[in-house]
């Protein structure tokens, strides 16, 4: 018999809580994964009911709001991102107040969140990129065309999922004020700056997600990563390319990670060149939408390593179950034709409809602006379906191209390879397509699978 002073010793020592800045759909995964480890999650986010509020406390602040992240930092064992827009001064002056540790390292942070900064910094460790050049004006950004060709212009901040992202053509060539739109389209246009990368023609894009822990580095197989203008839309595995090409891209992953200081799971970029090499496209520090597929594709999936790394606890196998494929849940165009947008296109998401009650079913909060609504409906077909798993992100607004859930396919691979180890999935891949028994599947099935899946899903307005 244990006498209570002594369990309470052993809860104690079980029970750590993560502080996060961020409070999105990332960081909702982030709690999502603690909780089976016995670990609470605290995030911190402007949004009032934010993604990871209805599976984490919340704190209401800014990313850079310095009261927010000193509680955050005085409640947390240890403190991580999900967002890069996290303020790196914040969080270092909060971590040497409190003696909290803070993942990846602020430093780390405060490069990465600069692209510039970022590019400049790889350059240096020797890791393979795309030509690259600072611009500070329209005119920097011509001379980047005229080097270069076609170029990313990319704002040195702030950019995300898509924003602070635009290609520039030679066509721009013939029309000089087309510079200066093009660094305001990317927000650049106030002097904070942008840096133009010569625009790579590759043969696919490939992202490698890494964890760092306290005395180990894993990597996940390369995610084959899908975009239509500039959002990922997406991924599969294995990716359909070589083996040798996997093991570059692994292997620049591992150049990556070993010039970032601090622990936790970094989304890797990159670019496969028609001629098999990897290029470092960008890097997150943090959980990366293209390793949304480890939740259901993998032994430990990218937001419980994150976890554990976080901690310094041991890393779990980063392993692939089998063929595995994931497309998001974007707003879509098909939005903007509702009536019921507000001025920046912003619509309430009232719920979602069911078969079951052949009724929508509100969600909490539902409709406080007054606008009109929209629903989503075709969920049922997809959960009837029973082979995808249905990631909802809880946000209470949708508006085109935000990112609103996922929905992943999971397959067991369709030969038996009895190779379980990481690597495993890098061998020659059989793209035909399904025909088999559910269990099993190719790349190519799982792929078709999530995007029939996805498409079946479709936001309407509010009848
Ligand atoms: N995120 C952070 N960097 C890139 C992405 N996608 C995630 C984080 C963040 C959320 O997107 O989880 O909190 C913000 O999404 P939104 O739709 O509110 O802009």
């Avoid at 993942?103 to 510039?116: A, F, G, Q, S, V």
Wanted: glycine share 10%; aromatic share 4%.
């Amino acid at each position: 018999m244990h006498d209570s002073a002594e369990i309470g010793r052993v809860q104690a020592s079980s029970a750590h809580t993560v502080g996060v800045v961020g409070g999105g759909q990332l960081g909702r995964m982030v709690a999502e994964a603690a909780a089976p480890l016995g670990v609470d999650v605290i995030v911190v986010d402007p949004t009032p009911g934010c993604p990871a509020s209805r599976v984490a406390e919340q704190i209401e602040g800014g990313f850079d709001d310095r009261a927010a992240i000193e509680e955050l930092t005085r409640r947390a064992d240890a403190v991580t991102v999900e967002i890069e827009l996290a303020d790196p001064d914040a969080l270092a002056a909060a971590a040497e107040a409190h003696d909290t540790p803070v993942h990846p390292d602020p430093e780390t942070l405060r490069t990465i969140r600069d692209k510039l900064a970022q590019t400049r910094a790889f350059d240096e460790a020797g890791v393979p990129l795309p030509a690259y050049r600072a611009v500070d004006d329209p005119a920097d950004l011509r001379a980047a065309v005229e080097t270069f060709g076609e170029v990313m212009c990319k704002a040195r901040t702030g950019g995300y999922d898509g924003r602070g992202n635009v290609p520039v053509s030679r066509d721009a060539l013939e029309r000089d004020e087309a510079f200066a739109e093009r660094l305001a389209a990317v927000g650049a246009a106030d002097g904070t700056g942008a840096v133009a990368e010569e625009f790579v023609d590759f043969e696919r894009e490939l992202s490698v997600i890494g964890v760092v822990g306290d005395d180990e580095v894993r990597t996940y197989p390369p995610t084959e990563t899908i975009h239509e203008a500039e959002i990922l839309r997406e991924t599969l595995v294995p990716a359909r390319t070589t083996r040798a090409v996997s093991e570059r891209a692994r292997s620049v992953a591992r150049d990556v990670l070993s010039a970032l200081d601090g622990r936790g799971v970094y989304g890797i970029e990159l670019f496969e060149t028609t001629d098999g090499e990897g290029l470092l496209n960008e890097v997150a520090p943090r959980p990366h939408n293209s390793g949304h597929w480890t939740i259901e594709g993998t032994v430990t999936s990218q937001f419980e390593n994150h976890v554990r790394a976080v901690l310094g606890l041991p890393l779990g196998s980063t392993a692939p179950r089998g063929p595995t494929a994931t497309a998001n849940l974007l707003g879509g165009e098909r939005l903007a034709e509702l009536p019921a947008s507000d001025d920046d296109g912003r619509v309430p998401v009232v719920g979602f409809e069911t078969g079951v009650a052949d009724d929508v079913s509100h969600d909490r909060g539902s409709n406080e602006s007054g606008t009109d609504g929209v629903v989503l409906r075709g969920l049922d077909a997809v959960l009837a379906a029973g082979d995808a798993a249905f990631h909802w992100y809880g946000k209470r607004e949708v508006y085109p191209l935000r990112k609103v859930g996922h929905v992943t396919v999971s397959r067991e691979w369709k030969e038996k390879t009895g190779d379980t180890s990481e690597s495993a999935g890098d061998s020659e891949v059989d793209t035909s397509a399904g025909g088999e028994s559910e269990r099993r599947g190719t790349p190519e099935a799982v792929l078709a699978a999530a995007r029939t899946h996805t498409d079946r899903l479709q936001f309407d307005a509010e009848s």
